[in-house]
């Protein structure tokens, strides 16, 4: 990474001149020139809608230079922290580098450890250098062929190791060779990161309701301790984490062990049937339990992970209760294994 | 005379340039944004057509709420007819479900102090792709 910025920087010229560098060539802007319309001059297959800033079919990401502000109307914190910006309403004072995608990493690295987190749900941790931000997911590879995407729940600048959370789906062609026979060791191929569910500095006072199902703690135990120990957030914390038994629960002890040492984290452990008796489990309906907890989201930064349909449904539920839609991220899990 | 000439010079505004001028009151861009997820969170929560969004991914409904509000205030886009039509071709809108909406739509100018004379300027423009939106 730091090799091509350092060979970007090479190759722009000076500031003053509006030049666009992408796929390889620059591209001089006409005087207020869009990005679009300055790449599409030159030849350049760049998809677009609206040229008005409201499609976001045209959205690029930045790798070098400053985005003039209008270009990131409308964007989430998280894509506007990733350098996202919408090409039809760009007209920058300055050189840029653009590329249409990020360019994805792919590394080779060793299983360093790998634990049962319930009867149905390894961790593994990796040993790979990784630039990402906690919450976002990488892709997994199984001899280089089967791939399947995994939150990270590990936090960069804490752990120095990726972590992830994987579940066990029968038949499952990726998940049972993780679960069965990958062992500390190994080598496995990842590809990423990708994904804009993660915690951005906007209000470090915002109140914030984090809520997974089942294997939605991992990107969520990331999201949370990177708000808490890496950003110092201040706001209240409501973390909800649910599953369909109180057994598939886990991470307890560390999470109780987080809101005892930061007094704005509550954690609650929440499951459809509740067998295990001591635990500090409540029996709820996840739905129910968090629009109880939060009757009014207004103001609030909202995270959900899990299964597709728990996502889209918790999704409408907080929007309808008041939440800004720029500020509910959602990871939403495909149940291929 | 004069008067008969005033009078004939205002109607020469498009309702497009008075809408224009909502876009501009509003504040731009960004308060498109707020006005979005007021309007947005009013037809969901709308039995009348509530139903048409259930399996509707929110953000990309959302992006297209956006430049339908974008346009109906009068600001810069690129609105086209045949892609309002295709979107909603199939689905047996009728005018109950399309005057649910404008309801909507003015509930959401009232609610950000937007006067009468701009909310009917605004609403000249959404009633002008009625047609399309009901693949009349």
């Known amino acids: 990474m730091s090799s091509i910025s350092s060979w970007l920087t090479k190759r722009l010229p000076s500031k003053r001149a509006k030049t666009i560098e992408f796929a390889g060539s620059t591209t001089s802007l006409q005087e207020n020139e869009s990005v679009l319309d300055g790449l599409l001059r030159a030849g350049h297959q760049i998809p677009y809608g609206c040229r008005g800033g409201s499609c976001q079919s045209c959205m690029m990401q930045c790798t070098q230079g400053d985005i003039p502000a209008p270009a990131q109307q409308g964007l989430t914190a998280a894509q506007k922290e990733l350098g996202y910006f919408l090409a039809c309403s760009c007209t920058p004072?300055?050189?840029?580098?653009?590329?249409?995608?990020?360019?994805?990493e792919k590394v080779i690295a060793p299983i360093i450890d790998k634990q049962q987190l319930n009867d149905d749900?390894?961790?593994l941790r990796v040993k790979a250098e990784l630039a990402y931000r906690?919450?976002?997911?990488v892709k997994l590879f199984r001899n280089g062929v089967v791939s399947r995407s995994y939150s990270l729940a590990s936090v960069a600048g804490i752990d120095d190791y990726l972590e992830f959370h994987i579940k066990r789906v029968e038949g499952g062609k990726f998940s049972t060779w993780a679960y069965d026979e990958l062992a500390i060791g190994d080598e496995i191929a990842l590809e990423g990161p990708s994904g804009e569910c993660f915690y951005s500095v906007t209000d470090p006072q915002q109140p914030m309701l984090l809520a997974g199902l089942g294997t939605g703690l991992a990107p969520l135990y990331g999201i949370v301790r990177d708000a808490l120990l890496n950003h110092q957030h201040q706001g209240p914390i409501q973390l909800v984490i649910g599953?369909?038994?109180?057994?598939?629960?886990?991470?307890?002890?560390?999470?109780?062990?987080?809101?005892?040492?930061?007094?704005?984290?509550?954690?609650?452990?929440?499951?459809?049937?509740?067998?295990?008796?001591?635990?500090?489990?409540?029996?709820a309906n996840i739905y129910e339990f968090c629009q109880q907890l939060v009757p009014d989201c207004k103001g609030y930064k909202v995270f959900l992970c899990g299964a597709d349909s728990f996502v889209k449904k918790l999704k409408k539920q907080c929007f309808l209760a008041g939440a800004n839609m720029a500020d509910i991220s959602a990871d939403a899990f495909v149940a291929n294994g | 005379m004069f008067g008969l000439f005033k009078k004939k010079e205002?109607?020469?505004?498009?309702?497009e340039e008075k809408a224009a001028s909502v876009f501009?009151?509003?504040?731009?861009a960004p308060a498109i944004d707020a006005a979005v997820d007021i309007f947005y969170r009013k037809v969901l929560a709308d039995d009348r057509i509530s139903q048409f969004f259930d399996t509707i991914d929110m953000e990309a409904q959302h992006v297209k709420q956006k430049a339908f509000l974008t346009m109906a205030f009068g600001g810069p886009n690129n609105y086209s007819g045949k892609d309002m039509r295709a979107a909603h071709k199939g689905m047996n809108l009728t005018e109950v479900h399309f005057n649910a909406v404008a309801e909507h739509l003015v509930g959401t100018l009232q609610e950000l102090g937007v006067g009468q004379e701009d909310i009917d300027s605004v609403v000249t423009i959404a009633v002008s792709v009625k047609d399309d939106v009901l693949n009349q």
Do not use: W
Not at chain 1, 248 to 271: D, F, M, P, R
Not at chain 2, 10 to 15: G, N, Q
């Open chain 1, 121 to 123: 749900v390894v961790q």
């Open chain 1, 243 to 283: 599953a369909r038994t109180s057994e598939q629960l886990y991470l307890l002890s560390e999470l109780q062990a987080l809101a005892s040492s930061h007094s704005n984290l509550t954690v609650h452990c929440i499951a459809q049937h509740v067998t295990a008796a001591p635990r500090p489990i409540e029996q």
């Open chain 1, 134 to 137: 906690a919450g976002q997911f």
């Open chain 2, 24 to 28: 501009d009151k509003l504040g731009g």
């Open chain 1, 93 to 104: 004072q300055s050189a840029m580098a653009v590329a249409l995608k990020p360019p994805a």
């Open chain 2, 10 to 15: 205002e109607a020469a505004v498009s309702p």
